[in-house]
């Protein structure tokens, strides 16, 4: 086990909660660590999105991306204090946001900000997500000598007219060409994001946009049913009734023809919402990290960590956020830890979505009962009489599924 973290009550800006200081000082060194880089920035405000972001003209005077990108380097420098002796780092995802605004030279930056601070595991998996807009084939040379593994790209549509109720500034083609690029640079593994229930989006908008992404090089797909979130551009014109609200039998059949085109191209299923190469390099770590509860450190505005079972938020906007770290305060907004039962309960709900399924071993006895009778109805299936995995009809029924599982 590691030795205890430094005495963080007497440095000023820095103390931390005694549960946030305990998690940290009590972890096993050897273990891999995630880190998550969020970008806060985007061109324009794509009309369902409810992220943590802010245009140029949200964010005025109070913020810019060189008082982001020195507030980063200050909560690294914290990060691998307060985890020291330092863990190696196994996986890095920078999100946001946009990260492509940064340019290659920005995201080589960061990559070379965290190998200050830590050291990278052999086989570090580095991801960053990139707008097709904002990227063409220098962006991805530079980025794969800066030493980016995997790249992911929002595609969501090959419609122009969905992309259009989405708010997306792309042209319709343009996905499929940066991943082309992408691949040309180097990248073997390359994914392309894609929304399905669209308002207007017709059977054969949704074959178009699964064609273009069949017909690049891509060893990932990620397809997501569109949520309307509260206070988006896109749910105020649902609510005025200008556009109709997602039909769950239209999502429930656009998510069987994803599956069946994707799986007939020799994509497979890992997550319900992922499909990817069969073999495992072709998944995304950072994400399994996620949903296994591993330890992860969530860098930036917003962004949210998970380390020894204690969890925390950061301030929000990148003014507040960059503040805090000006005199050496962890931008902590909040945490908790949870307790058996709610740690329980997560682990339940997001390892049943992957296809590795829940262990018998993880249920008590009457949610094992609970899903035996799901087992019948043919929502889940047994493997090697040790783990339970949903069965297609259940991947459309998955959230049911696991409140079936947990409280019957």
């Known amino acids: 086990m590691s030795s205890a973290a430094p005495d963080t009550s007497s440095r000023p800006g820095t103390a931390l909660s005694a549960d946030l ?29 409810d992220f943590n972001t802010y245009t140029a003209g949200e964010l005025g005077s109070s913020s810019s991306p060189e008082s982001w990108r020195t507030a980063v380097r200050a909560e690294l420098d914290l990060a691998a204090e307060l985890m020291s002796p330092r863990r190696p780092v ?43 807009e904002s990227t063409d084939p220098e962006f991805f040379a530079g980025i794969r000598a800066a030493g980016f593994t995997r790249v992911s790209l929002g595609m969501q549509s090959a419609a122009a007219h969905v992309l259009a109720v989405l708010d997306r500034t792309h042209t319709p083609g343009r996905a499929a060409a940066a991943a082309r690029e992408a691949a040309a640079a180097g990248f073997d593994h390359v994914n392309l994001d894609m929304i399905y229930g669209t308002p207007g989006e017709t059977d054969a908008d949704l074959h178009a946009t699964l064609d273009a992404i069949l017909g690049a090089p891509v060893d990932h797909v990620s397809a997501y049913a569109l949520i309307v979130e509260d206070g988006t551009a896109l749910a105020r014109r649902i609510r005025r009734g200008e556009l109709p609200a997602p039909d769950d039998d239209v999502l429930a059949r656009r998510y069987q023809i994803i599956d069946d085109r994707l799986t007939e191209a020799g994509l497979r299923w890992y997550e319900v919402s992922n499909w990817s190469r069969p073999e495992p390099e072709s998944w995304c770590r950072h994400n399994l990290g996620y949903w296994y509860s591993h330890d992860w450190w969530g860098v930036g505005p917003g962004a949210h960590s998970h ?10 906007h990148p003014a507040r956020y960059a503040d805090s770290l000006a005199v050496r305060e962890l931008p902590v907004n909040g945490h ?3 307790d058996g039962d709610e740690s329980h309960t997560e682990r339940v ?13 993880d ?46």
């Open 90 to 132: 196994s996986t890095i995802f920078v999100g946001g946001g946009t990260p492509s605004l940064l340019g290659a030279s920005g995201l080589g930056g960061l990559l070379d900000d965290i190998r200050e601070r830590f050291e990278l595991t052999a086989d570090a998996e580095t991801t960053t997500e990139s707008n097709p």
């Open 349 to 361: 709900m997001l390892t049943a979505r992957c296809a590795s399924g829940l262990a018998d071993a």
């Open 363 to 408: 249920l008590d006895s009457a949610e094992r009962r609970r899903a035996a009778r799901l087992v019948t109805d043919g929502l889940l299936r047994r493997v090697d009489d040790e783990r339970l995995v949903l069965t297609d009809r259940g991947r459309l029924l998955a959230d049911g599924v696991v409140r079936d599982i947990l409280w019957g």
């Open 336 to 338: 908790e830890v949870p």
């Open 307 to 316: 380390v020894n079972g204690v969890r925390w938020w950061n301030h929000k």
């Open 21 to 49: 200081r305990d998690g940290l000082s009590s972890v096993d060194p050897t273990t891999p660590l995630g880190l998550y880089v969020h970008v806060p920035f985007c061109a324009t405000r794509c009309g369902y999105c």
